[in-house]
């Protein structure tokens, strides 16, 4: 004799399985807890002393003093501080102008099966695991115009200072953060592109489209949200960007690359003028968040509900 479950049994037992955490579902809020109370310790918590110290006159010996808006009207007529804004959107434009192409191709690239594509990866991944200081101490003294590469080659370098003027100085750094951070999105997107179904370029085969078509009608909609989360990280990346600044060209010629970010140390740690120093990383946060907001809203990034990539 065999026995049948009625559907009401079956019913319960689903219902016991999901009230028990065993179905699907998304994990309650105390598995995220950790994570929500360091960032609170070390992000929102900085920054509301920062937006404090905004609105307030500190040497960072003596007591903070409350001046209102003093801070911002003379950031807001300060020509350098105007100027470091326009360096910084330049410094982050460029920067994802050339990383965002680049490392998509090489990211389509090194998800395939080429021969020795393993390898050359992994040379290519090496500026990874150099840090930002470490990087531009070495590319400060391969272009040193004195005993670098540019010394040695003046028929291509011309005088061979690349940091004598804006156009070079800039050029420098867009150059030398490319060669670190582009094997990370590189990274980025290599993985995004090992998820592409196959059966997407079978089917485009079948129909007769060749390489160049399936990247374009293939892979790069199917990288939409990878090349979204990319751009966002170039963005605030580059409009934060400091310590390769600080090592190359140190704001120089003149304040031709003063950007935002060290103009802030300037003000913070030669200037000791803690208020103005916290009104320009107010007013970085703010720039940041509302470029990556008009990002997420222009690519409808914030409507998508699938969990497969790019549909």
């Known amino acids: 004799m065999t026995t049948t479950s009625s559907p009401s049994a079956g019913g319960d037992t689903v219902r016991r399985a999901g009230s028990s955490g065993i179905g699907a579902g998304r994990p309650g809020f105390l598995w995220a807890a950790p994570a929500a109370v360091f960032f609170s310790l070390f992000a929102i918590v900085p920054l509301i002393m ?11 010996l003596s007591d903070p003093e409350f001046a209102g808006l003093d801070n911002w009207r003379t950031l807001l007529d300060d020509p350098v501080m105007i100027k470091s804004l326009w360096l910084s959107v330049l410094l982050t434009v460029l ?9 998509i191709l090489l990211g389509v690239w090194a998800a395939g099966h080429q021969r ?3 390898v050359l990866s992994a040379i290519y991944f090496v500026p990874m695991l150099l840090s930002v200081a470490a990087v531009s101490v070495l590319w400060r003294a391969v272009l040193d115009p004195n005993l670098g590469v540019p010394a040695q080659a003046t028929w291509l370098f011309g005088d061979g200072n690349l940091f004598g003027t804006q156009a070079t100085a800039i050029g420098v750094l ?3 953060s490319t060669w ?10 290599q993985g995004a592109a090992r998820a592409v179904p ?3 370029y079978q089917a485009a085969q079948i129909d ?3 390489t160049v078509r399936q990247f374009f009608h293939i892979t790069l909609p199917q990288l939409r949200n990878s090349i979204i989360t990319s751009m966002i990280l170039m963005v605030v990346g580059g409009l934060t960007t400091f310590d390769t600044v600080l090592i190359l060209t140190q704001g120089g010629p003149g304040s031709d690359t003063t950007i935002s970010a060290y103009y802030m140390y300037q003000k913070a740690f030669k200037s000791f003028d803690y208020g103005a120093a916290s009104t320009i990383a107010l007013l970085l946060v703010l720039v940041s968040t509302v470029i990556s907001l008009i990002v997420v809203r222009l690519s409808g990034y914030d409507k998508m509900r699938s969990t497969t990539e790019g549909l």
Do not use: E
Request: charged share 5%; net charge neutral.
């Open 50 to 60: 920062v937006a404090v110290l905004s609105f307030a006159s500190w040497d960072g």
């Open 95 to 103: 920067g994802v102008a050339v990383q965002a192409p680049l490392s």
């Open 116 to 118: 020795n594509r393993a």
């Open 174 to 176: 867009v150059f030398v």
């Open 180 to 189: 670190q951070f582009t094997p990370l999105h590189t990274l980025i997107y």
């Open 198 to 200: 196959q059966v997407l």
């Open 208 to 210: 007769g489209a060749g």
